[in-house]
């Protein structure tokens, strides 16, 4: 019975690719050198560190460019508030990976409501879709990449 996977994965060499790239522009504009403007990695936790909220805006910004430029969709990016004190700004910002179960669980509702003659489980972070015919899997893939689902979504595993 064919069937394949629908995941949310996010390249973790590519994201710190991301990350590095960011540094070195901070460490080349005019406006951030020598600011003390940064980004601290730790997995998909990511820091955002800058004098002011102004600066740490801009590093946003950069860094939202560089993941884009790497072929990470921005959409993954949880980007939190900005805190203040009289030192620095911070914000933090998680790089979402992985289906969670609330994700996971709309997923199953669209392709449930989307009327074709498949079924979908959710296993871990993922979720398993199978089905009759691999027609059915091509659209049930391609009604998912038109659904809003607030996460960019990978299929992988595609098995006949």
């Not at 969709?73 to 900005?82: F, K």
């Not at 199978?130 to 595993?157: C, E, H, M, S, Y």
Request: glycine share 6%.
């Amino acid at each position: 019975m064919p069937s394949f996977d629908v995941v949310s994965e996010v390249d973790a060499h590519e994201l710190s690719n991301a990350v590095d790239q960011t540094t070195r522009e901070i460490a080349t504009r005019f406006d951030l050198k020598g600011s003390g403007a940064r980004v601290e990695q730790d997995d998909f936790e990511l820091t955002l560190i800058g004098n002011a909220d102004f600066q740490v805006k801009q590093v946003l910004e950069i860094l939202r460019l560089r993941v884009a430029k790497r072929g990470i969709d921005v959409t993954a990016l949880d980007i939190g508030e900005v805190s203040k004190n009289l030192a620095e700004a911070r914000q933090k910002v998680t790089v979402r990976n992985g289906l969670d179960t609330d994700t996971a669980r709309k997923v199953v509702k669209k392709i449930k409501e989307s009327g074709l003659k498949v079924q979908a489980q959710i296993q871990d972070q993922q979720v398993r879709v199978t089905g009759k015919k691999r027609d059915d899997l091509q659209d049930v893939i391609a009604f998912l990449r038109k659904a809003d689902i607030g996460l960019p979504l990978q299929f992988t595993n595609f098995r006949d």
